[in-house]
């Protein structure tokens, strides 16, 4: 049997790992060797790719920096949060404010600290994202569209750190970028949209709070159909694999995504509407090793030394 005191230290843990949202590191880092091995540098060995000691630290650092992003969103929020998520909020709660911000600074010392390692570039990369998260948590994030954007792009940032280290420009990766942004910010907007209450009390200038309900879904309309320019591109210029089933499929869930959109108007309504779009990045995560499948199938082949 556990004491009460261990007690109290699990569920303090378990609050940190809510805090920094340890359910998507995983699919972070899963994200970031893909993309490696099949998007970024398909000339290499798979092998090569995953036993490179450098990359292995740029993912690491990208990580440290994006659980330390998701500490200092949570500390800003944690008002808003409790008339949005009153549940996860009351679980992040058990671990002190103080304690978030220790967190956060050690972390970001360790990831600027490791970053080093590789080169002062790689540093100065990251210590440059770390202030952009701070910057957009603590004034960005309140303001309309603005806030959007620089939320959808800091998500994409930490893969221009790899494609940085790999010094690939391909055109398909931009591609694949501009897909996942638009994704992302469509995302980024039904958050808006289902965190209304919390933003308007606690003076959040959102499109939704400032523009209304109605026009915030028009723009998500747009931004939605728009995914169709970047789809085409993947599979009509570019040899993708068996990957455009993947994007064949998202554009016929984007259209149960839309005709559900305009039937929403409750809290509920907004968080499945969330869940359908984080579906479709997790799945597009996956199915990155749809580019090409012969990796898996015929590992032993292509992964010997």
């Known amino acids: 049997m556990l004491t009460r005191k261990s007690k109290l230290l699990l569920m303090k843990i378990l609050s940190l790992f809510s805090v920094v949202r340890g359910y998507n590191i995983p699919i972070i880092v899963l994200a970031q060797y893909l993309s490696s091995i099949f998007i970024l540098a398909p000339e290499k060995r798979a092998l090569d790719v995953i036993l490179d000691w450098r990359l292995f ?56 600290a490791l970053a080093f390692i590789i080169s002062f570039r790689a540093a100065l990369f990251f210590a440059v994202y770390i202030f952009l998260i701070w910057f957009y948590s603590h004034k960005l994030k309140k303001y309309p569209i603005i806030g959007n954007l620089t939320a959808s792009l800091l998500a994409v940032l930490p893969f221009f750190g790899i494609l940085l280290y790999f010094k690939n420009f391909y055109h398909v990766i931009f591609a694949h970028a501009t897909f996942l942004l638009l994704l992302i910010l469509i995302r980024e907007m039904i958050k808006d949209l289902e965190n209304i209450k919390g933003d308007v009390a606690n003076n959040y200038q959102t499109i939704p709070v400032r523009f209304g309900e109605k026009i915030s879904k028009r723009i998500i309309t747009t931004l939605t159909i728009s995914t169709i320019v970047p789809v085409f591109i993947l599979i009509e210029k570019y040899d993708v694999g068996y990957m455009d089933i993947y994007f064949y499929m998202s554009l016929i869930v984007l259209i149960f995504f839309l005709i559900k959109l305009w039937k929403s108007d409750t809290q509920l309504h907004y968080i499945q509407l969330h869940n359908i779009l984080k579906s479709i990045i997790v799945a597009g995560v996956f199915c990155i090793v749809l580019i090409d499948p012969s990796v898996l199938i015929h590992g032993k082949a292509l992964l010997k030394f």
């Not at 944690?78 to 008339?83: G, M, P, V």
């Open 57 to 112: 630290i740029i993912v690491f650092v990208s990580t440290l920096t994006i659980a330390s992003g998701y500490i200092i969103n949570n500390f800003y929020d944690s008002e808003k949060d409790l008339i949005n998520r009153p549940n996860k909020t009351m679980l992040d709660r058990l671990v002190s404010q103080k304690t978030k911000l220790q967190t956060y600074f050690a972390l970001n010392f360790l990831a600027t």
